[in-house]
């Protein structure tokens, strides 16, 4: 997330694609903290759950560790069920006065939906399956939403797309993490 704080810890860009029953999720591996790049491969990106599950994560990332611990706890509570297991976590990243505090956002995808986790209690279902969060999120979607009607498939477009928003975010770098899995 950018800020101008020297403070913060920023620099994250995550896009995912849903096209020809494929998802893709890629995040880059930039990790600055004012005008510095700290690290350039942080991984962002991971499976989850018995591996039916990705899930990509912008903000700190002790509260991004913090929320795939708890995804990977509904999930395990909520098999087969995603939606729900989101809805739950997002009510308590809202109500646990511990998780309030947390500053993320994540996407997260299975065979059957992708979804937009936020603090505020959002679990949002993008239109048109693509949907970029960080720093560099909204070049990455705009480049994907370009590139969803050629021949391309889902892991050809993320990496493309995150490559055009490396090249235009500061923030944004070219070491990418893909997950994929069949829908």
Known sequence: MASHDPINWHGTTILS?????????AGDGQVS???????????????????DVIAGFAG??????????????????YPGQLMR???????DWRTDKY??????????????VTLVLTGNGDVLEPDGGVVGIGSGGN???AAARALTDSDLGAEAIVRKAMGIAADICVYTNNNLTVEVIEA
């Open 139 to 141: 070049y990455a979607l």
């Open 60 to 77: 700190a990332t002790a509260d991004a560790m913090t929320l795939f611990e708890r995804l990977e706890a509904k999930i395990e509570q």
């Open 99 to 112: 998780l309030r505090r947390l500053e993320a956002m994540m996407i997260v995808a299975d065979a059957q």
């Open 85 to 91: 297991a989101c809805v739950e976590l997002a009510k």
């Open 17 to 25: 694609v849903r096209k020809d029953g494929r998802v893709a999720i």
């Open 33 to 51: 903290m004012g005008d510095t790049i700290m690290k350039g491969n942080a991984r962002k990106v991971r499976p989850l759950g018995k591996g």
